[in-house]
């Protein structure tokens, strides 16, 4: 059952964790996991380190696609695919605002300190949406 593109929109909002995809040139694409940003009718997001293989793909690609996917429950995924809408400095609360999407409390405050120590300098790359699939099944 293909989804409506505001089921699509609404499902990507979730806090799930997507697989981004990135063309590199003389071999298959790469795909990581990651977490990402994202609100109805707006451009995904994601958080990365500026000097990281995946940006450096991106950057020469100049578009990538996330892939979210659940199993439990209705069978259901969506993709968004695009071209690089921006990429510009995180700021602090751009980075907590992201990981506050999949972890709370000690957990957060955790993974906040060590980002921090661990990343260094991040970049916000947006994604213009420019190709949506999706379907659910349900079981």
Do not use: C
Not at 74 to 103: C, D, F, K
Request: no cysteine; net charge negative; hydrophobic share 45%.
């Amino acid at each position: 059952m293909a989804l409506s593109l505001a089921e699509k929109q609404e499902f990507l909002a979730l806090p799930h964790v997507a697989a981004l995809s990135v063309a590199v040139p003389g071999r298959g694409p790469l795909s990581v996991p990651l977490w990402y940003g994202y609100e109805p009718g707006g451009q995904p997001w994601i958080i990365t380190s500026p000097a990281s293989r995946k940006m450096a793909a991106i950057r020469e690609a100049g578009r990538f696609t996330l892939l979210v996917d659940v199993t439990d429950g209705p069978l259901t995924y969506v993709s968004v695919e695009g071209p690089v809408a921006g990429i510009a400095p995180a700021t602090a609360a751009q980075v907590e605002n992201l990981a506050g999407r999949y972890l709370s409390g000690p957990a957060l405050a955790g993974y906040l300190a060590h980002a921090g120590a661990e990343h260094g300098e991040q970049v916000v790359v947006r994604l213009e949406p420019e190709r949506w699939l999706g379907t659910s099944i349900a079981l």
